[in-house]
């Protein structure tokens, strides 16, 4: 087998000497995932879990490390799920506070703002590594200014800071740097750093607000870099183990110097952190937050014991955090609540966390206060999942191995690689299993862990989550929420499996249609990695060849086409999204229409059903006047209304699925100037009032142009699309009418003239029945043409394209 190298972290995943030998007690391992609404700090939290477990590196850590798609990275969601496998030792995090220092002795001081003074290091060495050594202080500093912005590192530059005496101001200091209002920066550029210099950093900090600041020399012989902490509370803590000395501690110079009061020891080899407790294995399922990802999001929740319900501290509550707490808790998961943001300056902390804990039904104080840009909690928060969420129960049956796949990925070397919670015994390579929906049997050809990138590993046992390699390459086979076990096995599959239905339906045609093979291929691609995706090959008279799709959701549409688009650079049109409708012929018979082109005529017609949605709708209280006549305009019901303590506005409706997908969200989004969230939930179908739109060119039906809309709005409708395509048609050689047509109906009617040619052009004179004689001629001709039916509107390409596709 090729060996697969990871991209992100460049791990081989045949490289025997990366194998990981288990043997795990199930009692050390923490399965959790982390559910938010979107942009509620989850990928950035994720950051900081695996920086404070030190699963990566830091020279290769990076922002959203765990998505992995660029996609995922320009809109800041999470798309695609990915499991990690982190190593937690407890006693590493034996901090009152993230924010503060403690010591439990001289030798094992911890860092003040460890996370934050390791990245301003990592841009230090950076410059000196691209600038050498020897300039003046102002190069330095403009570099730095520099990366401190790449980086993301909110800084002032030359911020006066007040020192304070006897608790009235004296004066001002100004440092080279404040980074994140937390950290003062003083550059150098000197032969060596001696005690006068240190002790003035050491005399500012004692006179201000501030406890650390780093004092940097680019003119030594080489960077060096000493830490200055001043906290009156830590000063008789270290009293005892310490005499006044030079307030310094450098991270580079090589001479033994006494502690200080406030002073950290350096980390070191000789100095290492006794372990008393036991390693956690903690298992982290980072899933996508947009409810159209909702099964495979329950899947998941399926494979763990507890979640973190991570809460922006600046927004409060969301619609999409209420669903995703209500999958957490069917699943019987332990839910931690925790509020994150608590760095930004428009947070509300206590108001938030209040919110939080009435929402969870908890006391305030065991909601949990992190940041994740700057790692305040986090280890508090490592301590509660250890604590908290129970491990996973070892199974009787553990001789017959049997799992929950949660999703998986494709290689076209290895085939798919189902991600897997081991519920019951052990997976191995070489086993004979078998998919238990699917009823496909394979050879396991390798099983792993993620650590993020895949590791291969010698077993997978009861409360495990690894990968197994199938080398399946059929779309299809694989699903989430399927069982594997072994073959010829006794134990029955787990409960929760279903077959992913499409909400959503979208044609898809290649621009030329040379790209068609391309395209066919393509999907084929995207569905080895993606079972909810469907589709089938349809033709269209002048579009040509193509397929009908079926996409869980409008995002889910999106992704997809903006992957065909990126991966497999093809020029794609997409049609107007559309529902399925469940027909029930007049003579009994049932039939599903996922496309306008297939309706029945009225006549044939006894029964029309469509699918609802349950709508859950937050916004603030300005714009609830005009929701309500939104919600009109869409057809939806109010069931209920809550208000939350900031006033904001909590609504439950129903509506048709149809009205959802018509622009509901963006219009939402308008009138509340993107404060508003929402979260849905597909229902049963309901009786549906909807009626099939024509239109006609030249009194011919056009079946690319047919839609399905509410009889209510079918008027408004076949006007506008009449409207624009009379703007948009090019004149033909004769009258060409314009018409959309409702239940055998005529609603709306456009004319465009006919093209003139002028056949008298030529003429010079003579008399004027001779100009006649040739237009009476023109006009039997175009009247001809359209009796004998030789008279065919053309179209063009680009008119069906604007027609059809998806607006702006």
């Known amino acids: 087998m090729n060996p697969v190298r990871d991209k992100t972290f460049g791990m081989s995943a045949d490289s025997s000497s990366s194998r990981v ?203 060096e870099i000493k830490r200055i902490v001043y906290d009156t509370a830590r000063v008789s803590a270290l009293s005892a183990f310490a005499t006044p000395q030079t307030p310094a501690d450098s991270t580079q110079n090589s001479q033994k110097s006494e502690p200080h009061p406030g002073i950290v020891p350096r980390y070191s080899a000789s100095n290492p952190r006794v372990l008393r407790d036991s390693e956690y294995i903690l298992n982290l399922i980072d899933t996508p937050g947009h409810i159209d990802f909702s099964y495979e999001v329950s899947r998941a929740l399926h494979a763990v014991e507890g979640v973190l319900l991570v809460v922006d501290s600046t927004q409060g509550v969301q619609a999409q955090t209420l669903t995703t707490l209500a999958m957490a808790q069917a699943q019987g998961c332990v839910i931690i609540p925790v509020v994150s943001k608590i760095d930004s300056p428009a947070a509300r902390v206590d108001e938030v966390k209040a919110e939080l804990a009435k929402l969870v039904n908890v006391p305030m104080s065991d909601v949990l206060a992190v940041s994740g840009k700057t790692g305040e909690g986090v280890d508090t928060l490592l301590e509660a999942i250890v604590k908290k969420v129970p491990a996973p129960r070892a199974s009787e049956s553990a001789s017959e191995p049997r799992g929950l796949i949660f999703d998986f990925s494709y290689s076209t070397h290895r085939g798919i690689a189902v991600y897997v919670r081991a519920f019951d015994g052990t997976f191995k390579k070489g086993q004979s299993l078998t998919f ?116 869980l959701g409008l995002l889910h549409l999106e992704i997809i086409t903006e992957r065909l688009r990126r991966e497999f650079n093809l020029a794609l049109v997409v049609t107007i999204p559309t529902i399925s409708y469940v027909i029930t012929r007049t003579n009994g018979e049932h039939e599903i229409i996922y496309t306008p082109a297939k309706f029945p005529e009225h006549g044939d017609i006894e029964r029309i059903e469509e699918p609802w949605a349950n709508v859950v709708i937050i916004t603030p209280p300005g714009s609830v006047s005009v929701l309500v006549q939104l919600l009109y305009e869409h057809e939806a019901r109010t069931l209920s209304s809550e208000t939350y303590q900031d006033s904001r506005i909590k609504m439950t409706v129903e509506m048709p699925l149809r009205e959802l997908m018509r622009g509901f969200f963006d219009r939402l989004k308008n009138i509340s100037s993107g404060y508003a969230s929402l979260s849905y939930e597909i229902l049963p179908e309901r009786p549906a009032d909807v009626v099939r739109l024509d239109i006609l060119v030249a009194d011919e039906p056009v079946p690319a142009f047919a839609r399905v809309v509410a009889r209510r709005r079918a008027q408004e409708e076949g006007e506008n699309m009449v409207e624009k395509l009379h703007n948009m048609l090019p004149k033909q050689l004769f009258t060409t009418k314009i018409q959309a047509r409702v239940q055998g109906r005529i609603i709306s009617s456009r004319t465009l003239s006919a093209m003139r040619k002028d056949v008298t052009g030529y003429l010079y004179g003579g008399d004027v029945s001779r100009k006649n004689k040739l237009l009476d001629k023109q006009k039997r001709g175009k009247k001809k043409m359209l009796e004998r039916g030789r008279g065919k509107v053309h179209i063009p390409e680009e008119v069906f394209m604007k027609m059809v596709r998806v607006e702006d």
Request: aromatic content about 8%; some cysteine.
């Open 436 to 551: 238990r929906a699917a009823g496909k049997d394979f050879i396991a050809l390798e099983t792993g862990i993620f650590t993020p990138g895949e590791t291969p590993a010698d077993s997978l046992s009861t409360g495990e989550i690894g990968y197994i390699v199938t080398g399946i390459k059929e779309s299809g086979v694989v699903a989430v929420g399927d069982t594997i076990g072994i073959t010829k096995g006794s134990l029955p599959a787990l409960p929760g499996y279903e077959r992913p239905r499409p909400v959503v339906w979208a044609s898809v045609y290649p621009e030329s249609q040379d790209d068609l093979p391309l395209l066919r291929k393509s999907l084929e691609r995207l569905r080895l990695s993606d079972s909810s995706l469907s589709f089938e090959e349809e033709s269209s008279g002048v579009l040509g060849r193509g397929f009908r799709c079926g996409f």
């Open 21 to 223: 030998s288990n043997g795990v007690n199930p009692k050390n391992i923490r399965n959790f995932s982390i559910i938010a609404h979107v942009d509620h700090g989850k990928s950035t939290l994720a950051d900081r879990l695996l920086e404070r477990t030190k699963t990566i590196p830091a020279r290769l850590m990076r922002d959203q490390v765990l998505d992995r798609m660029d996609l995922e990275r320009e809109r800041g969601i999470t798309i695609k799920m990915q499991p990690v496998r982190m190593v937690w030792k407890p006693n590493h995090s034996d901090r009152r506070n993230d924010a503060e220092l403690t010591q439990k002795n001289a030798e094992g001081a911890e860092f003040l703002y460890s996370d934050l003074t390791y990245k301003i290091r990592g841009i230090l060495f950076l410059v000196r590594k691209n600038l050498g050594l020897g300039h003046k202080e102002q190069i330095y500093h403009n570099a730095l200014e520099i990366e401190f912005r790449k980086e993301g590192l909110a800084f002032d530059s030359k911020k006066n800071i007040s020192l304070r005496y006897d608790g009235k101001s004296i004066g001002t200091y100004q440092p080279d740097f404040v980074i994140e209002n937390k950290v003062l920066i003083e550059l150098k550029a000197l032969p060596e750093i001696g005690r006068t210099q240190t002790e003035q950093i050491w005399s500012y900090l004692k006179g201000c607000e501030y406890k650390l600041a780093l004092l940097v020399n680019f003119g030594s012989k080489d960077l």
